[in-house]
């Protein structure tokens, strides 16, 4: 469209000189026509001869002034327009035309008065008996065709342009957009609804091979869940079997040791099936007030012994969720404070499409170089390997799971003050 403007700005302008141009040789040829009939009569009828060539645009009249009087322009459009005087009064013997260009402001009276520029031309005429008569001419601009006729025109075929470039564009793109929305989806979610196949054979073809991806990719996380929780489930069973041997021998050393080690495998198991819940879980989503599921949480670990503050910023929010597993996550935050400083810090607060939970402790936080490792399946800080002391190393692990399968984040950093700052985001729409 620029280019198109400047095409359009370009012919504009070559448009009105050309015209100008071309409406200065017809006079000058209608004023030569004039002199050659004018010139052929003697003096007292050349003044008749003259009056009656007269138009609303021409008008001769007796030289009262002369060229050096006359505020004459000099400049290129003057000097072409003197050119194409001379050129047509040459084949006339004996007289002399000299040429006067003056701007001027005119009606034009084509656009209901409104008023244009023009040229005032002056032609000094002498006769061969020494007579003077100078024609006045006025030559109006013509219009322009931006601000007369087409300037509405261009807008019109501009707007229209720009709205066919965006319908184009957004059909051509809105495949896009719903593949790479298609795909964070599945990141917080693989059984999230397959991609709706329809539409060009290229976007049917590339959402197919999405859903199937999407397909192979849930069977093979669900696979290993499942094989997970089974091995586990065996798991139990057997050191449930062994803890029933260990407490029928009769040496006192030997049964308190097995039992230590039936007791820590049994925790171990426990945390695993727990990791595999934060995946699999049959309880129905529902819309729960989370303020009030945290206050509940707060207050249970209250009444236990457990030294727990909180305070909020904002008011009751709702969201979709699964009322335990969210609690569930959110207490194995809550449990690693009490466990290694002896109490915890809730803050809710909402920023922007985010609820916000900050549970912040006093402790002497994480390393910087760990603080991403520590939400990784069985990674512990403690390494003496104790459940007792450090767990098996799946709480975080268990919580990011919870939190992103919701569509939330998780992140640590440790605070300037002290202590281990844990914020949990969860979007306002979660579902």
Known sequence: MLFQAATLWLYEQNRERN??????TDMADRIVGIVNLANSFPQPDREEILAAAETQFLATFPSVVSIDQAACQENEFSQLMSERINLSFRDIPGLDAQLCVR?????????????????DVLIFVNFPDS????????????GSLLTDRMLPYFLLVALLALLLAWFLI??????LERLAKAADTIGVNLDSPPMDEKGP??????????????????????????????????????????????????????RNGLMRVVSDMKQMIESVLAYVRGYESNEPVRMINITALIESLCDD?????????DESCCGPVSM????????????NVIDNSIKYTGSAHLELKCEDEYFVVSITD??????????????????????????????????????QNIITSMGGMLTLSNRKTGGLQVDIRLPLQSG
């Not at 007579?131 to 013509?142: D, K, M, T, W, Y």
């Not at 069977?219 to 139990?236: C, F, K, P, Y």
């Open 19 to 24: 015209i100008l141009l071309t409406e200065a």
């Open 103 to 119: 701007s001027l402001e005119l009606p034009q009276f084509a656009l209901k008065e409104l008023h244009t520029r023009g040229f």
């Open 131 to 142: 007579e003077e008569i100078i024609f006045h001419a006025v030559l109006p601009e013509g």
């Open 170 to 175: 957004n059909k051509a793109t809105a495949p």
């Open 201 to 254: 054979p290229e976007v049917a073809r590339a959402a197919h091979a999405f859903n199937r991806m999407q397909n192979r990719l849930s069977r093979l996380v669900h696979g290993q869940t499942e094989m997970l929780a089974a091995i586990s489930h065996d798991l139990r069973s057997a050191a449930t079997r062994l803890q029933l041997r260990a407490e029928m021998l009769s040496n006192d050393q030997e």
């Open 301 to 309: 670990l209250r009444d236990e012994g457990f030294q727990i503050s």
């Open 320 to 331: 979709l969720c699964r009322a335990s597993v969210l609690r569930r996550g959110l207490q």
């Open 362 to 399: 006093s402790g002497p936080g994480i390393p910087e170089d760990q603080i991403q490792a520590v939400v990784q399946p069985f990674y512990r800080l403690e390494q003496s390997r104790n459940p007792g002391t450090g767990g098996v190393g799946l709480g975080l692990s268990i919580t």
